[in-house]
């Protein structure tokens, strides 16, 4: 089983909807959970990142973790054609921080 | 939020040299720093943990003699890819820990021909 889960997609949503993405890691020592958004060619840039359970909201984006379940999501409200990218869900434990292969957001107008 | 620079962006070698890579901190010092690697459509791969004034902890199946790390001071570590082949073109980004958060490097897209 791997570490940290997500399906690659392609998520399709057109302009304006809220995309959902997945994520699941199978560690639960682990301790801080990261979103990152990675454009083609480029290195990930950090979203934003949740260590309680609950809900963290930061402008469009919305994290939720549930550590029974050994899950966290990331909401972007009103997508954008520029939020499509791939998203990598990454779980850190001790002090390494392991992704998910991403999936991969197309944002439709 | 914390600057990581990379350099070079991009570097074409020939099969059998070795290519250095550069990961500096610019306005912090990071006593660790990690080195991914992430081959075409597929995730971020952790190679190694990259500790300032120690050597290196390499993750299972990297090659230490092949990718050698030194982490000479609190704001820059390097990553040399020893005799280079064709399998090694990738794309290589480092990251340094500034608090709760990791912040990466530019990447340095490698190609071994």
């Known amino acids: 089983q791997k570490e940290v889960e997500q399906n690659s997609g392609p998520l399709s949503v057109p302009e304006g909807a809220i995309a959902s993405l997945n994520c699941t890691y199978s560690?639960?020592?682990?301790?801080?959970f990261f979103w990152y958004r990675q454009y083609s060619g480029k290195s990930p840039e950090l979203i934003m990142f949740i260590y309680s359970n609950g809900d963290k909201e930061d402008g469009r984006f919305t994290a939720q973790l549930n550590k029974a379940s050994q899950y966290v999501s990331l909401l972007i409200r009103d997508s954008q054609p520029s939020d499509s990218a791939t998203y990598l869900c990454a779980v850190r434990n001790t002090d390494k921080l392991i992704f998910g292969t991403g999936t991969r957001l197309q944002v439709f107008p | 939020g914390a600057v990581v620079s990379q350099h070079p962006s991009r570097v074409i070698c020939k099969s059998g040299t070795s290519v250095k890579i550069e990961c500096r901190s610019l306005d912090f010092q990071a006593t660790t720093m990690f080195w991914y690697r992430q081959f075409p459509k597929q995730s971020l791969m952790l190679m190694a943990t990259?500790?300032?004034?120690?050597?290196?902890?390499?993750e299972q199946g990297v090659e230490k003699d092949k990718f050698l790390i030194n982490h000479a001071s609190l704001t820059l570590s390097t990553l040399t890819v020893t005799s280079a082949h064709p399998e090694d073109s990738s794309f290589y980004i480092c990251?340094?820990?500034?608090?709760?958060?990791?912040?990466f490097g530019q990447g340095t897209r490698l190609t071994v021909v």
């Open positions: 560690d639960r020592g682990s301790q801080s």
């Open positions: 990251s340094a820990r500034w608090g709760p958060e990791a912040f």
């Open positions: 990259s500790n300032e004034g120690s050597k290196a902890t390499y």
